[in-house]
């Protein structure tokens, strides 16, 4: 089971610890750093491409992913360049996880870009059918014009997010991996199943499965748990996100771990509450020891 973890939520206050934060989650032995994207959400955020640069520039060995990078908000050229630019600093460590954004997040993003929610989902395969020419360097048809991009990179794995069986459809056409957020584990193998039907039909080989995770590691007051999985209630009812969090030592939490692996997943994101951002981090750390 690989591991990786959210980087924290900052704004300008923050954007100093990136880098402190990322060579932290390397040194206890994690595979990935991920970082959310948005233009504009209800709290302050940083850029996603420029944040997992400096955790990139910062580190040697950990992978840094967009968990996940909002495709149809952007030029699908400009994307490429980004992509390309950042596997080239990194050492091509990175895993690009797409989607179509986050309803909840509202219009205002979309329309400061002169975009709108509603077709982002059809922009989006529109925008996966060549990103991945353009990231390589192929000659690449994009708005009636050829356009080749260089220096050229290799193309990063692709992970596919959402829990909708659109999104697991696009997973199967375009992906190299399915990345739902805060499934329960009957949900990943439910999902697992669709996900083998539909690319066994289309002639493409099944993806893999990274899940997105909520965890507290250590002593965790049960109205914390309470309120975490109320929190997420519009992934799911409110059992369920309790069912999907994982919480307790990291003994506890590895078995939580390895019940998402028997489900199909291979990688979990960890988003962790509860607690200090640097320490859940140690105690991840422990997890990853478990399954060495």
């Known amino acids: 089971m690989r591991i990786g973890v959210v980087l924290p939520p900052c704004g300008a206050d923050g954007a100093a610890s990136v880098a402190s934060q990322a060579r932290h989650a390397e040194s206890c032995g994690l595979e990935s750093v ?10 302050p955020v940083l850029d996603s491409v420029v944040m997992l640069t400096a955790a990139a520039t910062a580190t040697e060995r950990i992978k840094v992913g967009f968990a996940v990078l909002v495709l149809a ?12 630019t950042l596997q080239l600093l990194s050492r091509e460590r990175v895993l690009l996880g797409v989607g179509i954004g986050d309803p909840a997040h509202g219009e205002a993003g979309w329309r400061a870009v002169g975009g709108c ?25 994009v708005a009636a014009e050829p356009v080749r991009l260089a220096p050229s990179a290799t193309m990063p794995p ?7 069986a659109a999104a697991i459809r696009r997973s199967a056409w375009y992906g190299d991996e399915w990345f739902p957020a805060f499934p329960a584990t009957k949900a ?91 320490r859940q981090v140690e105690l991840l750390g422990e997890v990853v020891d478990h399954f060495a």
């Not at 692709?158 to 909708?164: Q, R, W």
């Open 73 to 84: 908000l952007r030029p699908v050229a400009l994307v490429a360049k980004q992509v390309a």
């Open 158 to 164: 692709l992970l596919v997010g959402g829990n909708s």
């Open 34 to 43: 991920w970082k959310g994207d948005h233009l504009i959400t209800a709290d």
């Open 188 to 278: 990943v193998a439910a999902g697992a199943r669709t996900l083998s039907r539909f690319a066994d039909s289309i002639g493409r080989p099944v993806p893999g499965i990274t899940a997105g995770v909520c965890a507290a590691l250590g002593n965790v007051p049960a109205a914390t748990v309470e309120r975490q999985a109320r929190a997420l209630s519009r992934h799911g009812s409110a059992k369920e996100m309790r069912d999907a969090l994982a919480v307790g030592k990291p003994s506890k939490v590895a078995e939580r771990f390895a019940a998402f692996g028997e489900a199909g997943a291979d990688r979990v994101v960890v988003t962790p509450f509860g607690g200090e951002w640097y």
């Open 117 to 141: 929610l509603a077709g982002r989902g059809r922009r989006t395969d529109a925008a996966l059918e060549v990103l991945p020419s353009l990231v390589t360097g192929k000659s690449t048809v």
